[in-house]
């Protein structure tokens, strides 16, 4: 079988990982893409509105939405109502509730609705969730600090209200989390750092708890990491095992020697698992990760830094 799919926005990770990756695997053809500016690839059709496009290709059966979140719950209904299949990259949504609305109005048309968490698609994530099912966890460091100039080079979106700020990169980290850990875990408290002149955060301190541990539980996002990126979640077990996930969930050392290490293959793994869940008919509907970053805006505390200039 095999599935005619969409895009819907041309941007940098549709260029780097949904072009590339939807031409390698043989379950999807690439037969329209949606583009506000009008950016053409080769050899498929471009058009201004996803409207125009389903008018155009009927035949079009789903499509990956990757928009920033703003806008995300809007063309996702209207993807559903035209009667498309729905890849939404992460953050899948801007709200909570739209989340909500996208599952349930699935649901209602039939048709499947995957949230993707790329971070998620790592054999050292997956074997590191294994090591701990049973375990309790005594503490954890998340500590998730990036060059945003690097990695998001004029992106106007990421500090507007719902443009998720340092969460943008932030959130794959609470999408290993919520796979990883062996129970729920909760915000206790933030403090977000805003940039004078943004309605999104620049830096995140985040205070975890569980049921079982209620201190040691701890995020260091921050976006303003020049020299060497670090992505790392560092766990100590209450029977004294240290489980270190490094790279963004790459790579995993246990008690200092390393188990787990993969090249990423995060969005290879992301259509094979929809092409699965496109045979099955069933959705994937994850919104753990999107309720901690809300979370986090409901307890947190603002403070101001200086302005940021791109
Ligand atoms: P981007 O480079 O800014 O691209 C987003 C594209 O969406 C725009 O270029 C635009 O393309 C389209 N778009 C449609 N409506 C828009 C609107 N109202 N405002 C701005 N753009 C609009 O962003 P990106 O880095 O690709 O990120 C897109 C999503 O993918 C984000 O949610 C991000 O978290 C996620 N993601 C990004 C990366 C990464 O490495 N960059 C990695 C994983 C996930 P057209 O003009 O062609 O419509």
């Known amino acids: ?132 099912q049973g375990e309790t966890v005594k503490t954890m460091t998340i500590t998730w600090k990036e060059d945003v100039r690097r990695w998001h080079p004029g992106q106007k979106w990421i500090w507007t209200a719902g443009g998720f700020g340092v969460f943008d990169p932030g959130i794959n980290a609470l999408s290993i989390v ?22 999104a955060p620049i830096a995140a301190s985040l205070r975890f708890r569980t049921a079982h541990t209620e201190e040691g539980l701890v995020a260091e996002f921050d976006w303003r990491q020049t020299g060497p990126q670090t992505w790392e979640i560092a766990i100590e077990t209450a029977v004294g095992n240290r489980i270190t996930l490094q790279n963004g969930g790459a790579r ?11 090249a990423p293959h995060e969005y290879e793994d992301i259509y094979d698992r929809f092409a699965e869940l496109l045979r099955e008919r069933r959705s994937l509907v994850d919104a753990a990760p999107l309720r901690l970053v809300a979370d986090a805006f409901m307890v947190g505390r603002r403070l101001v830094t200086d302005p940021f200039h791109d």
């Open 1 to 132: 079988m095999v599935t005619a799919i969409g895009i819907i926005g041309l941007g940098k990770i549709t260029e780097d990982q949904h072009l590339p990756v939807i031409a390698k695997n043989p379950a999807f053809k690439l037969a329209a893409v949606s583009s506000q500016r009008g950016i053409e690839v080769e050899g498929v059709p471009t058009f201004r509105t996803p409207a125009e496009m389903y008018a155009a290709v009927p035949e079009l059966e789903a499509v990956a939405i990757c928009t920033p979140p703003q806008v995300r719950h809007l063309y996702a209904r209207e993807a559903l109502a035209a009667g498309k299949h729905v890849m939404l990259e992460k953050p899948p949504t801007a709200t909570v509730s739209e989340l909500a609305d996208l599952a349930f109005f699935a649901a209602e048309c039939g048709l499947v609705l995957f949230t993707t968490w790329h971070s998620q698609y790592n054999p050292a994530v997956l074997h590191c969730r294994r090591l701990l």
């Open 178 to 199: 919520t796979e990883i850990m062996p129970s729920p875990v909760f915000v206790k408290s933030a403090d977000l750092t805003f940039p004078s002149n943004c309605d």
């Open 252 to 262: 995993l050392e246990v008690n200092g020697v390393l188990d787990v290490e993969h």
